[in-house]
C-alpha cells in the first residue's frame, strides 16, 4: 500500500539511478535468450514453447482461447506433470542426475536425489495415495516443511490427477482448517515436526488442530521428520513410511487435459478470505519451464540452480518445483534459515555444492547486508554466475550490495516481478541481453504485453506512472478464484476493460524500462509475504477485548514494510505491554507469526470520515512519523494528534 508521499520518493529516486550494466559479452555470447527473442510474434514464441518444451500425450490442436476475463490454453492437450518432471528426463538417460541435492538443517543431514530416485518415490508414494482412496479429482491439502518428501507429494498428486493446495508450514490451524474447507481437501499430508534454527515447529499438532476444523479430511499422512513423539488417531492418520510400505513403484501416470486443475494456491487480498488462485496444468507448466529457462539461463548439464524460497509459497512452485523439475536442472533445496548454525550457512551451501544461480527475495538480501559482507566473505563463492531476486521492489543499495559482495561485482542480477496469479515470472531483465539498472525489472518477458495505465484507462508513456496491467492472456494465467467468479471478475477485471489490473503501482522510464512501486490496494509485503490489513484486523477483533482495529504498514529497512496496528479496547480500556504481547500472539495463532503487528498503538478512537470509513492513509502517516495530509473529511479531527501523541510513547515489539 504505497502513499502517494512514498511513490513520488521512490520515482525521484529512481530519476536520479544512473547506473546501467550492460550484458557482459561472454555471458551474452553463451546466452539462452538472444535478443531477436523479443521480435517473435506472441502466438509463434507460445505455440513453439508448447511443442517444444513439454511432452504431450496427445498434442493441443488450438493455442488459446480468450473470453474475457476466461482463458484456456494448448486445448485438446493430453499430459501430465509429473511425466514431464521425471519419467521422460528418465526415458532419455538422464536419471542419475541429481533433481536434488537436498541439504537438511541439522549440520550433515544431507542426501543426492537423482531422477531416477524421484521418478521411483514419487510412483511410489502415487500407489500409496491410490490405496487410501485418492483418485484423479481428489483434493488434497499438503502442510510440510522444506523436506524432499514436499515435492515428493505435490508430484505424486500430479502424476494421479489429484489437486493440491500447498499451506506454508507457518500458517495457524485456522489458516489451514480455512483452506481445507475452502477446497473441501478429502486428505492431508503432513509431518510430525519440522526444523526451525535448532527448534521443531509442531506441524502434527497444529494439523490436528485444524483438522477438528475440518471435518471432511478423512485420512492424514504423516512424514517421520524430528522422530519426536505425535499423537495418531486411529483409522485417519498414517505414517508415510507405512503408507508405502509393500507398495509397488509402476503407477502410470494420468493422462490430463490441459486445463485440469492442477493446485490452488491461497494468497492474501483486501478482504478477510485468502483466495484459492487456480492453476491448470498445461499453461502453467509451459509458463513456468519456459520463464525458468531463459530467466535463468539454465544450463541443466552443468548449472547447480539454488532458489531459497520456500515451496509453501508460488517461488518455490513454480521455481524450485516444476520449472526447474521439467527442465530437467539440478537444484538445491535447502531445509532450515540462513543464520543456523551460523549467519554463513547460505554461503557456505553455495560452496559446498558449487552453485552456479541464486535466486532470493530482498528481505533475505537486506539481512545479509546487516549482518556484514564478512559472513560472504569467509567463501568461495565464484561459481556463482546469475542472481536473481524476487518478491518485492528492491532497492537499489540492496542490488548494488548483491552483486558486488554475493555475485564478485560481475554477475547479472535479474529482478523478477510476478504474483501468485500470474504463476510465472513477468516483468523482468534477460541475461545476455538486457542492460540492468539496480532497482528496476526492466521490461516484460517475451510474449506477455504489459503497460501502466492511468486512473482513466490511458496508457501512459516514457517517463509516466500509474497502475501496471496486463492487456493480454498468458499461459500461466490464474483460470479465476476458487468457487468465485464474481471476485474474480471483480479484483482483476473491473478496474479496466479486458485489461488485468495488478495492484501494483508502476513508472516506466524513458528507456521503456519498467519500475515497481509497490502495491495500491489493502495488501501489504512484509519480508516478501503478502498479508491484508483487513486479514490482520479480524484477527485481531477476534480477541474479546477488542472493539475497533486499523491496520497499515510503516516502512522497515529489513522487511521492507512492517506492520502497525492501531487497536481500541472494550469498554474503554487503557492497553499495556502485557495486552499488547497477547494481542500479537492472538495474531499469530489467527493467521500464523509472519502476520504479527510490529507496533500496536493502543487509542481510544480511530480516524473515521463522516461516512465512518477508516482513514488508513492517515494512519500511515503516523506510522512513518509523517506531516499529516487532509483531515478536514474527518469526523472529529482531535482523534488524529492523540493517536500522534500515543503513537510517539508507545513501546514497539519486533517480531
Ligand atoms: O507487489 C508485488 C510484489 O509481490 C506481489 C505478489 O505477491 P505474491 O503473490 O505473494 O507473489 C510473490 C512472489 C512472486 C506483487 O503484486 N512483488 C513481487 N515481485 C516483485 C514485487 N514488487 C516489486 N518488484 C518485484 N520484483
Redesign the pocket.
Known sequence: MASETEQHHAIDTMLLEERTYPPPPEFAKQANAQPDIYEQDFEAFWEREGRERLTWFEPFTKLYEWEPPFAKWYLGGKLNVSYNCLDRHVEQGRGDKVAYHWEGEPAGEQRAITYADLQREVATFANALKKLGVKKGTPVAIYMGMVPELPVAMLACTRIGAPHTVVFGGFSADSLSGRMNDMECEVLITQDEAWRRGTTVALKKTADEAMADAPGVRTCVVLRRTGNEVPMQEGRDVWWHDAIDGVGDDCPPEQMDSEDLLFLMY??GTTAKPKG?IHTTAGYLCGVATTHHYIFDLKPETDVYWCA?DIG???GH?YIVYGPLCNGATSVMYEGTPDFPDKDRWWDIIERYGVTILYT??TAIRSHMKWGPEYAQKHDLSSLRLLG??????NPEAWIWYREHIGADSTPVV????????GM?M??PLPGVTTLKPGS?TKPFPGVDAGVFDEQGNEVGPGGGGY?VLKRPWPSMLRGIFKDPDRYKETYWSKYENVYF???GARIDRDADYW????VDD?M?VA???ISTIEVESALVDHQEVAEAAVCSRKDATTGEAIVAYVTLKGGKEGSVEKLAELRDHVAKKIGPIAKPANIVFTPELPKTRSGKIMRRLLRDVAENRPLGDTTTLADPTVVSEIQNRAQSEGTEES
Open positions: 494468497t492474501s488462485i524460497a509459497w508460488i517461488t513454480s527475495a530482498p531476486s524476487v518478491g518485492e521492489p528492491i529482478d523478477t516481478w510476478w504474483q501468485t496469479e500470474t515470472i516483468i523482468t525489472a501496471l495488478a495492484g501494483d515497481l512501486l509497490g502495491r495488501v509485503n516478501g509475504h503478502r
